[in-house]
């Protein structure tokens, strides 16, 4: 990781609060939904083996435009640990939190070079069901997690519903391993790659279907 020397404080104050989503205590309003395709189902296996909160079922069933453009199959052979020189798989579901590698080719100077994302997502509870967090990580793009949440069959991001919306202008953060608090840190870039500052600049917890400022 690259080392990037910074000097001062920065407060919550950074970002406006004030235009932060309302709390969110019921399903979101169908204006703000976006209609996309819908989920393909979990087999009646993975009804028995899965619950409705698992955060592998909810990870697989998300549409690919939400996953790097990752397909399922995809994501069912990163799962399996296919390629364990790669990316090392976890799935933890009495945490909700799962991490694994994801093939992919990017062209450079016209050539199609293979590469590998980082994936990992977590179920944060909310009492209209579980909200997923997704962060598809490459080196050249930044640490904004996504956050969707199935409604009626399909899957809509409400990202800007649980996120102050300038947090991403000068911040971003790592999806949690465990509990529900986000450390938000600078985030900077040099050359063609984001890094996160070391320092932990804020936390925010999850109350209300939303983070809010830990104080």
């Known amino acids: 990781m690259l080392l990037v020397l910074f000097i001062g404080t920065v407060s919550t104050s ?3 609060l004030a ?10 309003p169908p204006s703000v939904t976006t209609p996309l395709a819908q989920p393909e189902s979990a087999s009646k296996k993975e009804d028995v083996l899965l619950g409705k909160n698992s955060i592998t079922r909810s990870f697989l069933e998300l549409p690919d435009m939400f996953v790097g453009l990752t ?15 790669l990316f090392s798989t976890i799935i933890d579901e009495p945490n909700g939190y799962l991490s694994c590698g994801l093939q992919t080719t990017k062209i450079v100077n016209g050539t199609a070079r293979p590469i590998t994302k980082q994936v990992t997502a977590f179920l944060f509870p909310s009492t209209v069901g579980p909200v997923i ?9 930044p640490d904004q997690p996504r956050f969707y949440y199935c409604l009626n069959g399909q899957w809509i991001d409400v990202t800007t519903r649980v996120l102050p919306k300038d947090l991403y202008k000068k911040f971003g953060f790592q999806l949690p391993r465990s509990g529900t608090a986000i450390n938000i840190r600078r985030q900077t870039k040099e050359r063609d790659t984001y890094r996160l500052m070391d320092t932990v600049e804020f936390v925010m917890l999850w109350k209300n279907n939303r983070f809010v400022p830990d104080k």
Do not use: Y
């Open 133 to 141: 967090g997704v962060s598809v990580k490459l080196p050249d793009s």
């Open 19 to 28: 235009q932060a989503p309302s709390p969110a205590p019921d399903i979101p």
């Open 14 to 16: 950074e970002f406006s």
């Open 71 to 85: 397909t399922r199959k995809d994501r069912e052979l990163a799962l399996k640990n296919a390629n364990p020189t």
